[in-house]
């Protein structure tokens, strides 16, 4: 049988294509500490439980293509909070940031066309890209320069006639750089002078450290035709299960395309959305408290690592993510020995993604992994000394 030509070239993701090494070493009995996968232990507000429970309604219908009115007002009404006027019809509720990137990118891309990503990048945009027919050309960035990469010169050498796009995460996964003021003029100056959309993933927004700006592209109102903004409600209130995201855009010929696969898969869970409601009415106590415990999380991570000889890093941010360098020979060979090999007496290991399945760039990050501080300080502080311990062991062999 003959298979889709993009899908061949697609790889398996380079964050849970490891999940048989994880099954082996659970089966074995070792307690893994996981950086490998963005998923928060911290609870999931209550009410979006309580809604469910509480539906009343007999028949469990489908909800309208766009999204439900209710929660189209309160994802209105979220951005009014931080300075940014949206109307209903920029806003379209889909399932989870994935769909949302699926969908734009379907929009406005055709075989052949090229969109620009600064790298790293979060390694799914690749799979999402190659089934739009279309490829990455990344902008390179380096640990030494803090992955910046809004520079003009930098974007400039990055541009072919067949740029379409430029995506850019901020706060950023995997390396937790948030842009400044200036980074983002230049970004917005280079989508307008080259006619090009900027599709501006911001599913982080709530987790910057150092100013708590709650900043969002769609402030910029000289974008307004160019902007593409992704959200979800995955990260922000620790729901990555409900898989209920935003597609938000003023251009209208934008929007009026969308609805066409807006109404081919119909529409996203009903009692999902009802209960993404409830979410978005929480107060900015419960975003100042989560953004807190991630502070002291990675403060901690940061402490532990530059304990340990060898290895560096760029204090991220924002975002719950940062990109290490590590004195070994390969991060993914080092990953499969974690979960094989080290520490079988004590029981103990850690997972976390290795980072060249982060580049478009042949060669790059292999030496590089991805660590998530989304479990707690305890754990965090066990798992990178146990890190410490099987670097050491790892060289020795």
Same mark, same amino acid.
């Given at each position: 049988?003959?298979?889709?030509?993009?899908?061949?070239?697609?790889?398996?993701?380079?964050?849970?294509?490891?999940?048989?090494?994880?099954?082996?070493?659970?089966?074995?009995?070792?307690?893994?500490?996981?950086?490998?996968?963005?998923?928060?232990?911290?609870?999931?507000?209550?009410?979006?439980?309580?809604? @469910?429970?509480?539906?009343?309604?007999?028949?469990?219908?489908?909800?309208?293509?766009?999204?439900?009115?209710?929660?189209?007002?309160?994802?209105?009404?979220?951005?009014?909070?931080?300075?940014?006027?949206?109307?209903?019809?920029? @806003?379209?509720?889909?399932?989870?940031?994935?769909?949302?990137?699926?969908?734009?990118?379907?929009?406005?891309?055709?075989?052949?066309?090229?969109?620009?990503?600064?790298?790293?990048?979060?390694?799914?945009?690749?799979?999402?890209?190659?089934?739009?027919?279309?490829?990455?050309?990344?902008?390179?960035?380096?640990?030494?320069?803090?992955? =910046?990469?809004?520079?003009?010169?930098?974007?400039?050498?990055?541009?072919?006639?067949?740029?379409?796009?430029?995506?850019?995460?901020?706060?950023?996964?995997?390396?937790?750089?948030?842009?400044?003021?200036?980074?983002?003029?230049?970004?917005?100056?280079?989508?307008?002078?080259?006619?090009?959309?900027?599709?501006?993933?911001?599913?982080?927004?709530?987790?910057?450290?150092?100013?708590?700006?709650?900043?969002?592209?769609?402030?910029?109102?000289?974008?307004?035709?160019?902007?593409?903004?992704?959200?979800?409600?995955? $990260?922000?209130?620790?729901?990555?299960?409900?898989?209920?995201?935003?597609?938000?855009?003023?251009?209208?010929?934008?929007?009026?395309?969308?609805?066409?696969?807006?109404?081919?898969?119909?529409?996203?869970?009903?009692?999902?959305?009802?209960?993404?409601?409830?979410?978005?009415?929480?107060?900015?106590?419960?975003?100042?408290?989560?953004?807190?415990?991630?502070?002291?999380?990675?403060?901690?991570?940061?402490?532990?690592?530059? $304990?340990?000889?060898?290895?560096?890093?760029?204090?991220?941010?924002?975002?719950?993510?940062?990109?290490?360098?590590?004195?070994?020979?390969?991060?993914?060979?080092?990953?499969?020995?974690?979960?094989?090999?080290?520490?079988?007496?004590?029981?103990?290991?850690?997972?976390?993604?290795?980072?060249?399945?982060?580049?478009?760039?042949?060669?790059?990050?292999?030496?590089?992994?991805?660590?998530?501080?989304?479990?707690?300080?305890?754990?965090?502080? =066990?798992?990178?000394?146990?890190?410490?311990?099987?670097?050491?062991?790892?060289?020795?062999?």
């Amino acid at each position: 049988m003959k298979f889709s030509g993009k899908i061949e070239k697609c790889d398996y993701s380079p964050i849970r294509k490891f999940h048989p090494y994880q099954q082996d070493a659970e089966h074995r009995g070792s307690h893994i500490y996981h950086f490998n996968i963005g998923q928060p232990d911290i609870k999931t507000p209550k009410v979006f439980f309580d809604t @469910i429970r509480d539906f009343s309604g007999e028949v469990l219908g489908y909800a309208p293509s766009q999204g439900i009115p209710q929660l189209i007002d309160a994802v209105q009404i979220y951005y009014a909070r931080i300075g940014c006027r949206l109307m209903p019809q920029d @806003i379209a509720i889909t399932q989870g940031g994935s769909e949302a990137l699926q969908l734009a990118l379907s929009v406005i891309l055709d075989d052949g066309d090229e969109i620009m990503i600064p790298e790293p990048f979060y390694p799914n945009y690749n799979t999402f890209i190659t089934m739009a027919g279309a490829s990455i050309v990344p902008v390179p960035t380096s640990p030494e320069e803090g992955y =910046r990469y809004a520079v003009r010169e930098k974007l400039e050498a990055a541009l072919t006639p067949s740029t379409r796009a430029i995506m850019v995460t901020n706060p950023g996964n995997p390396t937790g750089l948030i842009l400044s003021p200036e980074e983002r003029q230049v970004l917005a100056d280079f989508v307008i002078d080259h006619d090009l959309f900027l599709i501006a993933d911001e599913v982080y927004r709530e987790f910057s450290y150092e100013s708590g700006e709650l900043f969002s592209f769609a402030s910029m109102h000289r974008l307004a035709e160019h902007l593409i903004i992704i959200d979800s409600v995955s $990260k922000r209130f620790s729901a990555t299960g409900a898989r209920v995201g935003e597609l938000i855009c003023r251009n209208q010929q934008f929007m009026a395309r969308l609805m066409k696969l807006l109404q081919a898969r119909l529409s996203v869970a009903t009692l999902e959305q009802l209960a993404s409601v409830s979410l978005y009415e929480m107060g900015p106590g419960y975003f100042d408290a989560t953004r807190e415990e991630y502070r002291r999380r990675r403060d901690v991570l940061c402490e532990e690592l530059s $304990k340990i000889p060898g290895v560096s890093f760029s204090k991220p941010s924002g975002a719950f993510y940062m990109m290490v360098t590590l004195p070994v020979d390969d991060t993914e060979k080092f990953l499969v020995w974690l979960l094989a090999s080290f520490n079988k007496k004590g029981r103990e290991t850690l997972m976390y993604a290795p980072a060249a399945g982060f580049y478009k760039t042949p060669g790059m990050g292999r030496q590089e992994c991805r660590l998530a501080y989304v479990i707690n300080e305890e754990e965090i502080r =066990r798992g990178i000394q146990l890190l410490a311990k099987a670097i050491e062991e790892y060289n020795r062999q």
